[in-house]
Each structure stands twice: as C-alpha cells, then as structure tokens.
C-alpha cells in the first residue's frame, strides 16, 4: 500500500513570476558583485625588514610633570570654560535690553517691570550690566515671562547675585532656573525665598543646583515648607555643594525629621560658615541636634536661632555644644522663650568659649542675681567676646551697675546693648564714670528713664551725652591707630543673613564724624558737635547736642578716676532723693 501510494503522488511544480525573475537578474549583476580591494595586500616595508634584521628600536613615551605648583600653573593650558576671554562676559547693557525685547516678543510676554530697571541706562549706552537681577515684588510671574528674564540671564556675564523672592515659581520655572545656573556658573547668591509653591520637585532642582554649581556661596530658602522627604533632598545635595550661607527662615522645621536631615547635612558641607533657621518653632527636642552640629567639626561660625521655642531645656543642650566649640563666633537666640536656668547655663557657656565673639540673646529672662553675677564674670573673663546685646531681658538697676564695674576689667568689648531694660539714673551714673576708664567700647545703648522733673531728665541725657562722647573717642582712637580684631567670616554673608553689619564698632554717624576729627585734624573734642539720638521708654526720640566738653564745670572733670562707680552711684543718687525738693539736680 505505501508503495502504491508513493506512486500515485505527483512531482511539485514551483512556478516563479516574471517580476521575482527580473529582480533576481538584476542582484546577480556585475556590478552589485563583490569588488576586489583596490591596493594589493600588505608585502612589508624597508622599515619592517630593518626590524626584522636589527630588531626593534625603543618606542616609550616620556611624561615630564612639573616639579612645583608655580610650574603647572604656568603650563596649565586653560580650559574654555575658564579662559578670559572677552565673548564670556555677555553682552553690554544696552544688547541686553535688545535680547530682553526680542524675547519678549518671541515668547509673547509682556515685559517685567523690574527686569525693565535693572536694564536701565546710568551711564552711557554701553555700561557694563548689572551684577544684581533683582525680581522682587514680581506677583506671580508666568513662565513666557521667566523664560524671557532667563535669556537675559544666559548673555550676562556681570551677573552675580540673583533675587527670585516671592515671585510665584513652581516646577517649571525650577526646571529652567537649574540650567541658566548650571550654564551662568558667575551667579554666587541666590535668593528663593517665599516661594511656597515649589514643592519636592522644585527642591529635587535645587539640590541639582547645589550639587553642579561649585561657585554658589549663598543661597536663601526662607518660606518654603520642607518635610523630611524634602530635607533629605536638600541635605543630599548640600554634601556636595560648595556652599557658605545656607538661610532656611520660616521653613517649618520644627519636625524632628526635617530637622536631622538639614543638621546632618550642614555638618557634612566642610564649606558653610553661616547657618541661619529663625522662626521655625524649634523647641527643646531640637536643642539635641543642634548640640550635636556644635560638637562635630563644622566649621560653622554663625548661627541664627532666634525666635524659636527652645525654652530652658533646649538652651541647656545646646550650651553644651556652644562651650565645646572651637569655630562658632556669632550666636544669635532672640525670643526663644528661657528663663533663669537656660540663662545661666548659655553665659556659663559663654564665658568658657574660647572663639565667641558675639552673643545677641534678647527678649529672654536675665533678671535674676545669678544672672547678674554671671554677666559681670563673662565681661571678666571672657577671652574674645565683642559684642554683647541684651535688648529687653528684665535687667534692672542692680544688674547694670554690676556691668558697669566689670567693664572697669574688660578689654575686648566694643558693643553693648540694654535698651529696653530698667536702668535708672543710678545706673547711667554708674556707666558714665567708668566709661572714663575704658578705651575700647565704641558703643553703649541705653534707654533714658522717664523722669518727669526737668532738672533730673536734663542730668539723665548729661549722663548719655558724656558715654557718647567717650564711645566716640575709642572709636576713634582705634581707626587711629590700633587694629581691631576681624571676624573670621565674610562680612556680606553675615548682613545677608541677619539684615546689619558685621562691623561689632559700628556706632552712629556722629561717632564716625568724631574719629575723622580724632585722627589728626583735630583733637578729640575740639569745638567738636555731637548729634546723637535718645529713644525714651514710651518710645519717642530726642534728637540732642553735645557742645565743646572743654566748656563743662572743673568740678566735675576732676572726679577721682580710682573712685568706686557704684558707690558715686547710690551716693547720688541718695543725694538726688533729698534735693528733690530743692530743684537740685545731680552731678555726674
């Protein structure tokens, strides 16, 4: 049966079209065959056959490093990045402006009004452009109208601070604000503060921003929430950032998770000096953390801790941070709720730093006697501290005439500040005699006790008058001659940070005028007028004169300069108590 069937079967016929018979004649052409290669295979060459006769010669490449630093800085071939050359500082003022307008029209914007005065003419057509791009002010700013402000911040190679408070960005406008940082690598401070609306996204751009941009030196997040996903980001881009003045002000960090990730960053960046984290409702759970900032090695020179709720407990642990700490200079905790226990643990801190230089703990509670002891050991024994403001801190009279016998032995402070406190005549008296005595403190800030008699209100601004004059002298005699000694950190990153000077011998302007005099053009109080300004306890000013100090009573400028301030104090003001009748008023 299988044989008769493999004889019924009929042979397979395969029947190829016309097309497919074209197609394939013309693949098998000459021309799409496979050509032989045009040079001849390779024979050797006389310099292979030397080889092969006398072997092969030596063919090691050589490096030759330089032997010094000046040597490879010399040879160093500068990148295009780096290279001086003119096109890389963008455009003048003026082809800005252009820039700004085309754009605006391309994008179909409608031009900002700030960018329109930053682009203004000063001097000419072709002043250099500005090194400040403030958008300030800016309600809700649209993304045509950010992409507009970017072109112009890509072709300015002036550029250097960039002020983007409240101005409405979000993720978009994150996302374009991280290259033009990235491309403009000339911009070192960057403000975003207020804009609430970022969220993670935005903060993921600005941890690429710190992590890429090696020249940005200050950067202000102040208003912008951040929980424990956020913080870790910017913590993760804060390890590799460059980074010297970090400013987080209401940035709700009272969560203890936000809180250790934005520490732990901060001691991880070995470049920042200047922390700022006011008004974040940090209470005492946080004090551990800051504590542990204090003791690792950051070099962390400023910290701002004011108006927080770190209340007793919180001020003793970060006490023990502060007397640990070799680095910390300015130390700021305003408002933050301790009373005597948190005082006297923060002075005894105070008092054993060793690299302090300026304490600002106002609106808390040093009116104790232990407070006061404390105070007058600090001014005594403290080895560098500067500065010393206690503005509204319940000292009454008692504790300032302690002060002012400890500034008798005080020769590194040159500021002091009691406004707001009950310091009575007795105490102005106290402060007016040594100041005869001290040569270094340029400033003394004290409120005029509400007196209703004239003669004793007229003997209070004496006493103010004559502490001016004497401020003005030391300051004068130290930009004479004797040097002050410097903060370690930049003065525009501390102003930054706390809105005023880092200059601990500011005083007022008169003083200024006073040590122009005192320096060589005239004697010290020569024919010299003083305008200084009085704040009364109600809180209105007084604007006085002081006249030519020469002219005052021999009586009173031969006041015995070994003589005890509290005992003249008490003694005159026990004599003002029985004058009072008399119409007689005291005498300094």
């Not at 007793?312 to 005597?340: M, P, T, W, Y």
């Not at 009575?424 to 005595?437: I, Q």
């Not at 340029?442 to 007196?451: G, N, S």
Request: charged letters at 20%; proline letters at 5%.
């Amino acid at each position: 049966m299988a044989e008769a069937d493999e004889d019924d079967c009929l042979p397979v016929r395969v029947v190829v079209s016309a097309n497919v018979q074209a197609s394939v004649r013309s693949i098998l052409k000459a021309e799409h065959r496979r050509q032989p290669h045009p040079y001849a295979p390779f024979q050797g060459s006389e310099r292979s056959e030397s080889e092969a006769v006398h072997g092969r010669p030596d063919r090691s490449v050589v490096f030759v490093l330089p032997k010094n630093y000046k040597e490879r800085e010399t040879s160093r071939r500068p990148t295009l990045s780096r290279a001086p050359k003119l096109s890389r500082r963008g455009l003048s003022l003026a082809d800005l402006r252009n820039v700004y307008r085309f754009a605006c029209d391309h994008y179909r914007a409608s031009p900002v009004p700030q960018m329109l005065h930053c682009l203004q003419d000063t001097h000419g057509p072709n002043t250099t452009p500005p090194p400040l791009v403030s958008l300030e002010g800016v309600q809700n700013i649209s993304f045509e109208q950010f992409l507009c402000v970017c072109e112009v911040l890509i072709q300015n190679g002036a550029i250097r601070a960039l002020n983007l408070a409240n101005v409405g960005l979000r993720e978009r406008h994150m996302e374009k604000l991280c290259s033009v940082m990235v491309f403009r690598r000339s911009i070192n401070r960057l403000s975003l503060a207020g804009n609430a609306k970022i969220g993670l996204d935005g903060i993921r751009y600005v941890e690429m921003i710190l992590s890429r941009c090696v020249f940005l030196a200050m950067l202000n997040l102040s208003g912008i929430p951040l929980n424990a996903t956020s913080a870790t980001r910017l913590k993760e881009g804060l390890q590799r950032s460059h980074l010297q003045a970090l400013v987080l002000q209401r940035c709700s960090l009272k969560s203890g998770a936000a809180l250790a990730a934005i520490v732990s960053g901060v001691a991880c960046c070995a470049s920042l000096v200047s922390l700022s984290i006011a008004q974040n409702e940090i209470t005492h759970e946080g004090g551990e953390w800051l504590a542990a900032l204090l003791s690792s090695t950051s070099p962390l020179a400023l910290l701002d801790l004011s108006n927080n709720r770190l209340g007793d407990k919180g001020i003793l642990q970060l006490a023990s941070g502060v007397s640990q700490n070799r680095c910390l200079e300015r130390l700021v905790v305003r408002h933050n709720e301790f009373r005597e226990a948190g005082a006297v643990h923060l002075l005894q801190a105070v008092r054993a730093s060793t690299s302090l230089l300026y304490l600002d703990a106002s609106y808390n509670d040093f009116g104790s006697d232990t407070c006061h002891t404390l105070l007058k050991s600090v001014l005594v024994q403290s080895p560098r501290l500067q500065s010393l403001i206690l503005q509204h801190t319940r000292i009454p009279s008692e504790g300032a005439i302690a002060l002012a016998e400890a500034l008798s032995e005080n020769t590194t402070l040159r500021e002091i500040d009691l406004e707001g406190n009950d310091v009575s005549a007795a105490g102005l008296l106290a402060f007016s005699l040594t100041m005869k005595h001290n040569k270094n403190l340029t400033r003394l800030a004290l409120d005029r006790p509400f007196e209703p008699r004239r003669d004793r209100a007229d003997q209070q601004s004496s006493f103010l008058e004559a502490i001016a004059l004497k401020c003005a002298e030391n300051e004068a005699r130290l930009k004479a001659g004797q040097s002050r000694a410097p903060l370690h950190i930049a003065a525009s990153l501390a102003a930054d940070v706390l809105d005023e000077p880092v200059d601990l011998g500011a005083s007022a302007e008169a003083a200024v005028a006073q040590a122009g005099s005192a320096a060589g053009e005239e004697e010290p109080g020569s024919g010299a007028s003083v305008a200084l300004v009085l704040e009364n306890v109600e809180g209105g000013q007084e604007i006085m004169s002081l006249d030519d100090p020469d002219d005052q009573d021999p009586d009173e400028s031969s006041a015995s300069p070994d003589g005890d301030a509290v005992g003249e104090a008490e003694s005159a003001a026990s004599a003002a108590g029985e004058g009072e009748g008399k119409g007689e008023g005291m005498c300094p």
